[in-house]
């Protein structure tokens, strides 16, 4: 069955939007349909301006929802060899399976963090579920277990981040942190107890929050 916006389409064209002034030195969005802005160009009542199209946003975006995971793994592979020279554990780190689980643990984490960034980019509820949803596909068809390790990883950030908080935490390190936690554990199988451990359990939180910060694209 259609949508009502496919239904408002099919009746009055699509939706589009434009930037105009403001009236205060910046810029306003409003949104008009195709059809409307086509006759007022051809009656020369405004101007031919720049738009953008809501529905080539949200296509940019699935696109980026999709391709997620690789990009993820990429920048998880790559911290591999520098972490390696700062940390003598993870530099211990050889095995065929020990550097097939890093490379799980950092893209899930890096995954997450990157997903949590979509609160920040102006989207309906529903159109963040739904990136979230091909995201979540997109980690079934990666790993048998990469949905597991996603929901994992949410849940011990989740409350890492309330104990922290509750503590008068740093604000500046306390996402940084809480998502280092599930790293250092996931991939050392213990609970940091050193200083050392401490500066390795924020390095790679800070992997994990800045590999694809800009993912999205603008806010």
Not at 175 to 186: E, P, Q, R
């Amino acid at each position: 069955m259609k949508t009502y916006t496919n239904l408002w389409d099919a009746m009055f064209g699509k939706r589009i939007e434009l930037h105009v002034p403001n009236g205060r030195g910046g810029e306003k969005t409003i949104s008009v349909t195709e059809r409307w802005l086509e006759k007022m160009e051809r009656e020369k009542r405004i101007a031919k301006v720049a738009t953008s199209n809501s529905e080539d946003k949200s296509a940019a975006l699935k696109e980026k929802a999709t391709d997620i995971i690789g990009a993820a793994q990429v920048c998880a592979v790559a911290s591999f060899n520098p972490l390696a020279e700062q940390f003598p554990a993870i530099g211990m780190l050889q095995q065929p399976n020990e550097l097939e689980n890093y490379d799980w643990v950092l893209t899930i984490a890096i995954v997450f963090a990157t997903t949590e960034n979509l609160v920040q980019q102006n989207l309906q509820p529903a159109e963040i579920s739904s990136l979230i949803e091909t995201v979540a596909n997109g980690l079934q068809q990666w790993k048998p277990d990469g949905i597991n390790g996603f929901m994992d990883c949410r849940n011990t950030f989740e409350k890492e981040a309330s104990r922290l908080r509750g503590a008068g935490y740093p604000e500046e390190h306390l996402a940084s942190d809480a998502i280092g936690m599930w790293i250092f554990v996931n991939l050392l199988s213990k609970m940091p107890q050193t200083q050392e451990d401490m500066r390795l359990l924020r390095t790679v939180g800070h992997i994990a929050m800045n590999s694809l910060s800009n993912w999205w694209g603008e806010k």
